[in-house]
C-alpha cells in the first residue's frame, strides 16, 4: 500500500521538491482538498477504497484525516528529507498526540475506579484502573449536550427548588467533567477567566497514591484522559483568561509538553513551584520531593498580562508626617554611573550616619548636589527609620497629595503582588493548611491534600476580578469554589464522586452561612451569596455505578445477563458470544472490567435532543430550565 501510493503520487511534480516526494506538501494539498490530488488518489481502486467513504448516491467523500495520519506515519518516505518534521511533542504509535482525535472514559469515580471500595486502605493499594478508548466514528453522541436535572438552589435561607437561571448562578454539576464540560459549551464559550484544576497525578510505580482514588495511571492514558480535557477548557476560556494546572513532580514535563501543543508553546506563562511540606524521609533515593508545580497558560498575548493588574496602592501614615500619608518608590534608574557621573556617590542617612553605595549598574535618581534638597522635603527615606520597613536600600518617598496632584490613581502594577505570590508559594500554602480547613470543617479527614484556601486566593487575586467567572472540573473537597464565593467571584464547580453532595456542596453551605475558616477574616467574609446544584441525568451510567458498586460475582452475573437483553449494550458486542462459564472464571475485578466494557458510552447520560422522550420521564418544570440553560426556548 505505502509503496503503491508513492508509485502513484511520484507521477506528478507538483507533489515532488528536487526530485523527492514532500510530506508537507502533500498534507497542505490534502487540507485544502485539491482537485489534482483528489483526482490522483480517486485513479487507483485500492487507494480509493482506503482513503474515501463512497454514499448510497454514488459520491466519494475524501477521508482527509486518515490520509494525513498516514503521511505523519514515520514508514512512509522514509528517505524523504521530510520524512521527520520540525515539530516537536508527544506521539502515541505514528501520530503526534495533539493530532489524536481519540477520547478515552475513564469511570466512574473521579474518572477512575477502584477494586475494593473508597477506603483508605483500598487508595494505598496497587488499584485496577478501567478506562475505555474510543475512536472518533464511536463518540457520536457522546459529548452532545446533556439534559440536567435535580436542580436545587441553597442561599442564606436553605435548599429551594429553581425557578429560573440567571447568567450570574454559580453553578456545581454532579457528573463526569469530560461530559459536563462539553454541556457548558453553548453557555459559557470564551466567558471562564480563570479554570484551576488539581488533576490526577502520574505517580511512578511503588510511590504512595495520595488521592482516594486511583491515579495509577498509564502515562499515555494519563496524557490523552488529560488532552481531552483540556482541548474542551481551552474553547470555555475568555481571550484574556488563563489556565492554572496543579499537578506532580513524575508528569510534570510530560504534561507540559501536551499543554504547549493545546494552547501554544507562546502562550506558556510559567511553571510556579508550591512547596507541599517540610523535607520526608522514606523517599525514594532518599531524595525528598517537597515540591508540587502548576503550569499556567493564557488564551491571550502578553500584553494582556496575567499577573500586573490594577492594584491599590500601599500608603503608610507614621508621626514624622502627620496628615500625609505616603507610599515608597525605587530611587534608582536605569543608567549606569559611568552615563550618569554626577549620581555616582555614597548615601547617607543623616539620622544614623549609616552609609548606602551607589550600585555601578544603577545609579541614584538624584544627585549629589539635589541630596539634601530632596532629603528635606521629604522625597528620600532610609529603611532603618523605621520598624515595619523591609528592605535595606534608601527609597524615594511619594505623598499621596503628590499622587492626587498629579492626578494619578490610587492603584499601581502590581510588582510586589507577583513577589509575595511567590513567596506565600513557596511558604505559606503547605498541605497541612489544607488538611486542618477540612478536619475544621467537618471534623474529619476526608481530604488528605486538600489544597490550602490561602493557595486559591493567591491564584485568583492574580488573575481575576470581582464577577470574574471561575471554573474547577476537578472539584474535589470545593476549595476553588468556596474561594471563589468569598471573593465574589462567579464560579462553576464539576465532580463526578458523591462526596460532591456530602462535602463539597455542604462547605459551600457553610460557606454561605458564614464560617470564618480557611480566607475568611483575610477577606472580611461574613456569608451570604447562592449557588445552583444540578446533575448530568443519568442512563446507562446507572447501569455502570450498578457494577462497580456490585461485591459479589451472584450480583455481577444478574448484571450480566441483564446486559444481554439491554438496549445499553455496545453495538460492538455480539451477546451470543458472552459466555457465563467463562465469565465466572475471570477474578471479581476482571468481571468488573468487562462489564463496564460492554456498555456502550453513548448513552451514559441522556441527550439534549431526548429531552422530549417520554422513556424519560422529564417534567415540565426540568424542560423548561433545560431549555434556559441552553438558550433555547421550546
Given at each position: 500500500?505505502?509503496?503503491?501510493?508513492?508509485?502513484?503520487?511520484?507521477?506528478?511534480?507538483?507533489?515532488?521538491?528536487?526530485?523527492?516526494?514532500?510530506?508537507?506538501?502533500?498534507?497542505?494539498?490534502?487540507?485544502?482538498?485539491?482537485p489534482?490530488?483528489?483526482?490522483?488518489?480517486?485513479?487507483?481502486?485500492?487507494?480509493?477504497?482506503?482513503?474515501f467513504?463512497?454514499?448510497?448516491?454514488?459520491?466519494?467523500?475524501?477521508?482527509?484525516?486518515?490520509?494525513?495520519?498516514f503521511?505523519?506515519?514515520?514508514?512512509?518516505?522514509?528517505?524523504?528529507?521530510?520524512?521527520?518534521?520540525?515539530?516537536?511533542?508527544l506521539?502515541?504509535?505514528?501520530?503526534?498526540?495533539?493530532?489524536?482525535?481519540?477520547?478515552?472514559?475513564?469511570?466512574?469515580?473521579?474518572?477512575?475506579?477502584?477494586?475494593?471500595?473508597?477506603?483508605?486502605?483500598?487508595?494505598k493499594?496497587?488499584?485496577?484502573?478501567?478506562?475505555?478508548?474510543?475512536?472518533?466514528?464511536?463518540?457520536?453522541?457522546?459529548?452532545?449536550?446533556?439534559?440536567?436535572?435535580?436542580?436545587?438552589?441553597?442561599?442564606?435561607?436553605g435548599?429551594?427548588?429553581?425557578?429560573?437561571?440567571?447568567?450570574?448562578?454559580?453553578?456545581?454539576?454532579?457528573?463526569?467533567?469530560?461530559?459536563?464540560?462539553?454541556?457548558?459549551?453553548?453557555?459559557?464559550?470564551?466567558?471562564?477567566?480563570?479554570?484551576?484544576?488539581?488533576?490526577?497525578?502520574?505517580?511512578?510505580?511503588?510511590?504512595?497514591?495520595?488521592f482516594?482514588?486511583?491515579?495509577?495511571?498509564?502515562?499515555?492514558?494519563w496524557?490523552?484522559?488529560?488532552?481531552?480535557?483540556?482541548?474542551?477548557?481551552?474553547?470555555?476560556?475568555?481571550?484574556?483568561?488563563?489556565?492554572?494546572?496543579?499537578?506532580?513532580?513524575?508528569?510534570?514535563?510530560?504534561?507540559?509538553v501536551?499543554?504547549?501543543?493545546?494552547?501554544?508553546?507562546?502562550?506558556?506563562?510559567?511553571?510556579?513551584?508550591?512547596?507541599?511540606?517540610?523535607?520526608?524521609?522514606?523517599?525514594?533515593?532518599?531524595?525528598?520531593?517537597?515540591?508540587?508545580?502548576?503550569?499556567v497558560?493564557?488564551?491571550g498575548?502578553?500584553?494582556?498580562?496575567?499577573?500586573?493588574?490594577?492594584?491599590?496602592?500601599?500608603?503608610f501614615?507614621?508621626?514624622?508626617?502627620?496628615?500625609?500619608?505616603w507610599?515608597?518608590?525605587?530611587?534608582?534608574?536605569?543608567?549606569?554611573?559611568?552615563e550618569?557621573?554626577?549620581?555616582?556617590?555614597?548615601?547617607?542617612?543623616?539620622?544614623?550616619?549609616?552609609?548606602?553605595?551607589?550600585?555601578?549598574?544603577?545609579?541614584?535618581?538624584?544627585?549629589?548636589?539635589t541630596?539634601?534638597?530632596?532629603?528635606?522635603?521629604?522625597?528620600?527615606?532610609?529603611?532603618?527609620?523605621y520598624?515595619?520597613m523591609k528592605?535595606?536600600?534608601?527609597?524615594?518617598?511619594v505623598?499621596?497629595?503628590?499622587?492626587?496632584?498629579?492626578?494619578?490613581?490610587?492603584?499601581?502594577?502590581?510588582?510586589?503582588?507577583?513577589?509575595?505570590?511567590?513567596?506565600?508559594?513557596?511558604?505559606?500554602?503547605?498541605?497541612?493548611?489544607?488538611?486542618?480547613?477540612?478536619t475544621?470543617?467537618?471534623?474529619?479527614?476526608?481530604?488528605?491534600?486538600?489544597?490550602?484556601?490561602?493557595?486559591?486566593?493567591?491564584?485568583?487575586?492574580?488573575?481575576?476580578?470581582?464577577?470574574?467567572?471561575?471554573?474547577?472540573?476537578?472539584?474535589?473537597?470545593?476549595?476553588?469554589a468556596?474561594?471563589?464565593?468569598?471573593?465574589?467571584?462567579?464560579?462553576?464547580?464539576?465532580?463526578?464522586?458523591d462526596?460532591?453532595?456530602?462535602?463539597?456542596?455542604?462547605?459551600?453551605?457553610?460557606?454561605?452561612?458564614?464560617?470564618?475558616?480557611?480566607?475568611?477574616?483575610?477577606?472580611?467574609?461574613?456569608?451570604?451569596?447562592?449557588?445552583?446544584?444540578?446533575?448530568?441525568?443519568?442512563?446507562?451510567?446507572?447501569?455502570?455505578?450498578?457494577?462497580f458498586e456490585?461485591?459479589?460475582?451472584?450480583?455481577?452475573?444478574?448484571?450480566?445477563e441483564?446486559?444481554?437483553?439491554?438496549?445499553?449494550?455496545?453495538?460492538?458486542?455480539?451477546?451470543?458470544?458472552?459466555?457465563?462459564?467463562?465469565?465466572?472464571?475471570?477474578?471479581?475485578?476482571?468481571q468488573?472490567?468487562?462489564?463496564?466494557?460492554?456498555?456502550d458510552?453513548?448513552?451514559?447520560?441522556v441527550?439534549?435532543?431526548?429531552?422530549?422522550?417520554?422513556?424519560?420521564?422529564?417534567?415540565?418544570?426540568n424542560?423548561?430550565?433545560?431549555?434556559?440553560?441552553?438558550?433555547?426556548?421550546k
Open positions: 500500500m505505502k509503496q503503491e501510493l508513492e508509485r502513484l503520487l511520484a507521477q506528478n511534480d507538483t507533489f515532488m521538491v528536487e526530485g523527492v516526494l514532500n510530506k508537507n506538501k502533500l498534507a497542505e494539498f490534502a487540507r485544502q482538498y485539491n489534482e490530488l483528489l483526482n490522483i488518489l480517486m485513479s487507483n481502486d485500492k487507494i480509493s477504497k482506503y482513503f467513504s463512497t454514499l448510497d448516491t454514488g459520491v466519494l467523500v475524501f477521508k482527509k484525516d486518515v490520509f494525513l495520519q503521511l505523519n506515519n514515520k514508514e512512509f518516505l522514509p528517505d524523504s528529507f521530510t520524512a521527520y518534521k520540525t515539530k516537536i511533542g506521539a502515541t504509535g505514528d501520530k503526534y498526540l495533539s493530532e489524536n482525535q481519540e477520547v478515552v472514559l475513564n469511570f466512574p469515580y473521579k474518572d477512575c475506579v477502584l477494586e475494593g471500595g473508597q477506603t483508605k486502605d483500598d487508595a493499594r496497587q488499584e485496577i484502573f478501567f478506562n475505555e478508548t474510543l475512536a472518533p466514528t464511536e463518540i457520536n453522541r457522546l459529548l452532545d449536550d446533556k439534559v440536567l436535572t435535580n436542580f436545587k438552589r441553597y442561599d442564606e435561607s435548599e429551594h427548588e429553581v425557578e429560573e437561571l440567571n447568567d450570574t448562578d454559580n453553578l456545581i454539576i454532579k457528573g463526569n467533567n469530560l461530559i459536563a464540560l462539553h454541556s457548558l459549551k453553548k453557555r459559557y464559550k470564551g466567558s471562564v477567566k480563570v479554570i484551576y484544576i488539581d488533576v490526577p497525578y502520574y505517580f511512578r510505580k511503588n510511590i504512595g497514591d495520595a482516594q482514588y486511583n491515579s495509577n495511571f498509564k502515562m499515555s492514558t496524557l490523552v484522559f488529560l488532552k481531552n480535557r483540556l482541548e474542551v477548557a481551552k474553547q470555555l476560556l475568555r481571550e484574556d483568561g488563563s489556565i492554572w494546572i496543579h499537578t506532580g513532580e513524575d508528569g510534570m514535563h510530560y504534561l507540559k501536551l499543554a504547549d501543543a493545546v494552547f501554544g508553546q507562546d502562550k506558556f506563562v510559567g511553571t510556579l513551584p508550591r512547596k507541599v511540606r517540610d523535607g520526608k524521609s522514606d523517599v525514594p533515593f532518599n531524595f525528598s520531593q517537597d515540591f508540587d508545580w502548576v503550569l497558560y493564557t488564551k498575548f502578553e500584553n494582556q498580562a496575567i499577573v500586573g493588574r490594577e492594584v491599590e496602592r500601599k500608603y501614615e507614621t508621626p514624622d508626617f502627620p496628615n500625609r500619608p507610599r515608597t518608590a525605587d530611587l534608582t534608574k536605569q543608567t549606569t554611573t559611568k550618569r557621573p554626577n549620581s555616582d556617590f555614597t548615601m547617607v542617612n543623616p539620622k544614623t550616619g549609616k552609609e548606602y553605595p551607589v550600585n555601578p549598574k544603577r545609579s541614584w535618581a538624584v544627585t549629589k548636589d541630596f539634601d534638597e530632596w532629603y528635606q522635603s521629604g522625597g528620600i527615606g532610609f529603611p532603618d527609620d520598624d515595619f528592605g535595606d536600600r534608601p527609597f524615594r518617598r505623598f499621596r497629595d503628590e499622587d492626587l496632584a498629579k492626578s494619578k490613581p490610587a492603584y499601581a502594577s502590581s510588582d510586589t503582588l507577583l513577589k509575595d505570590f511567590i513567596s506565600n508559594l513557596l511558604a505559606k500554602t503547605k498541605n497541612k493548611d489544607g488538611n486542618d480547613e477540612i475544621e470543617l467537618f471534623s474529619r479527614d476526608d481530604f488528605s491534600y486538600a489544597k490550602p484556601e490561602k493557595l486559591i486566593k493567591d491564584i485568583l487575586q492574580v488573575s481575576s476580578q470581582e464577577g470574574d467567572i471561575v471554573l474547577d472540573f476537578f472539584l474535589g473537597s470545593g476549595t476553588t468556596a474561594v471563589a464565593h468569598k471573593m465574589n467571584r462567579q464560579y462553576i464547580g464539576i465532580e463526578q464522586m462526596y460532591i453532595e456530602t462535602v463539597s456542596v455542604e462547605r459551600l453551605k457553610k460557606v454561605i452561612a458564614g464560617e470564618q475558616g480557611g480566607i475568611s477574616k483575610d477577606v472580611n467574609w461574613s456569608g451570604g451569596g447562592s449557588f445552583v446544584y444540578a446533575e448530568l441525568k443519568n442512563d446507562a451510567q446507572d447501569f455502570k455505578n450498578k457494577i456490585a461485591t459479589t460475582t451472584e450480583e455481577l452475573l444478574e448484571l450480566f441483564l446486559a444481554k437483553k439491554s438496549s445499553f449494550l455496545s453495538y460492538r458486542i455480539d451477546p451470543k458470544k458472552l459466555k457465563k462459564n467463562e465469565f465466572c472464571q475471570l477474578s471479581l475485578a476482571e468488573k472490567q468487562i462489564l463496564s466494557e460492554i456498555i458510552n453513548n448513552n451514559l447520560y441527550n439534549y435532543s431526548d429531552i422530549d422522550d417520554s422513556d424519560y420521564q422529564i417534567s415540565a418544570e424542560k423548561k430550565l433545560n431549555h434556559s440553560f441552553y438558550g433555547k426556548e
